[in-house]
T-cell receptor, first 116, second 112 residues
Framework: DVKVTQSSRYLVKRTGEKVFLECVQD?????MFWYRQDPGLGLRLIYF???????EKGDIPEGYSVSREKKERFSLILESASTNQTSMYLC???????????????FGSGTRLTVV | LAKTTQPISMDSYEGQEVNITCSHN???????ITWYQQFPSQGPRFIIQ???TKVTNEVASLFIPADRKSSTLSLPRVSLSDTAVYYC?????????????FGQGTELSVKP
């Protein structure tokens, strides 16, 4: 089975801190995604990447950046954390062919980030 | 991508069949209807996908009428372990890598 691993399950950071959320997948997937999930809003796409060093903005990229230096790793960066970035963050990956077909996404278990 | 609308929550009892309907009025010709399931403290996982008529797998059935403006996910004889949030999405095939746009989902609660 494909495994998507997010480095932390729970994280507490202070306002203004630079925060790194790490995601690693072990099945050579080309595509990787970062979502945030909030009550009543479902999952919203922050950034995604189709290949190493490539990135594209999702629906809510403001306040975030990403890095993909290696195929298996996709990092989400909060440049200066704010309380409105308190949320559950989910990473996902898929093969290009399956992504084009709209299925076969594998999600990590999520990182619950609290900014105080 | 087409926006989807589905009920916020549903209640059911063990052993019953559950039908969750999703509307997607602006679905395009090359869009596919896709459903994901999310258990508490886990990421979503793919359940089923279809284009038209009926699709069935070991987990669920998906019914899509001819106009494709809605779809119904059917879960036969639910158990307590089917308590989860169910997301209806419209996925456009052909986009490089694709991307999934999630709505609010339907929170299904199965009671004993």
């Amino acid at each position: 089975d494909v495994k998507v691993t997010q480095s932390s399950r729970y994280l507490v950071k202070r306002t203004g801190e630079k925060v790194f959320l790490e995601c690693v997948q072990d099945m050579d997937h080309e595509n990787m995604f970062w979502y945030r999930q909030d009550p009543g809003l479902g999952l919203r796409l922050i950034y995604f990447s189709y290949d190493v060093k490539m990135k594209e903005k999702g629906d809510i990229p403001e306040g975030y950046s990403v890095s993909r230096e290696k195929k298996e790793r996709f990092s989400l960066i909060l440049e200066s954390a704010s309380t409105n970035q308190t949320s559950m963050y989910l990473c996902a990956s898929t093969l290009t062919d399956r992504g084009r077909l709209g299925y076969g996404y594998t999600f990590g278990s999520g990182t619950r980030l609290t900014v105080v | 991508l087409a926006k989807t609308t589905q009920p916020i929550s549903m209640d059911s009892y063990e052993g019953q069949e559950v039908n969750i309907t999703c509307s997607h009025n602006n679905i395009a010709t090359n869009d596919y209807i896709t459903w994901y399931q999310q258990f508490p403290s886990q990421g979503p996982r793919f359940i089923i996908q279809g284009y038209k008529t009926k699709v069935t797998n070991e987990v669920a059935s998906l019914f899509i009428p001819a106009d494709r403006k809605s779809s119904t996910l059917s879960l036969p004889r639910v158990s307590l372990s089917d308590t989860a949030v169910y997301y209806c999405l419209v996925a456009r095939r052909g986009n490089q890598g694709g991307k999934l746009i999630f709505g609010q989902g339907t929170e299904l609660s199965v009671k004993p």
